[in-house]
């Protein structure tokens, strides 16, 4: 397990022994700060890589990219805080069956990527394109 940074206590009313019970955790054998101490290496390793889930089957790996965008997304949401025009590009590398693949992540405004890498099939971008209306302004 890896535990790179102290958690805070969840809910309204934590409990009283949650830094013990951490403490506890983080003092057996298998649990680590870094996945270099545990022997690992990053699934995706980027610069400023955007919000991402990964899915394994038998055969594929199923990476999801949100619109780096997407990082800014807080709620209430201000009025017109969707609104993008610009390109954004993010390159980025996935360990897939041991072997580093490049990749070029070009997000249009309001697009994110569902990318399949396969044995079989190689690198397959899976159209997910979403075309919302731009953000009008109304007074």
């Given at each position: 397990m890896i535990l790179p940074h102290a958690s805070r206590p969840p809910g309204k009313h934590p409990r009283g022994d949650h830094r013990t019970l951490l403490e506890t955790l983080r003092a057996r054998r298998k649990v680590f700060g870094r996945l270099l101490d545990a022997g690992l290496a990053p699934l995706v390793v980027g610069d400023d890589l955007p919000p991402l889930w990964a899915r394994r089957t038998a055969e594929s790996?199923?990476?999801?990219?949100a619109h780096p965008k997407a990082r800014e997304l807080r709620y209430p949401m201000g009025y017109g805080q969707s609104f993008c025009r610009e390109r954004v590009v993010r390159r980025i590398a996935v360990d897939f069956d041991g072997a580093l693949q490049s990749l070029d992540l070009v997000f249009d405004p309001y697009q994110s990527f569902l990318v399949c890498l396969s044995r079989?099939?190689?690198?397959?971008?899976?159209d997910i394109g979403y075309r919302p209306p731009e953000p009008a302004c109304s007074v």
């Open positions: 790996l199923y990476l999801f990219f079989a099939e190689g690198v397959r971008f899976i």
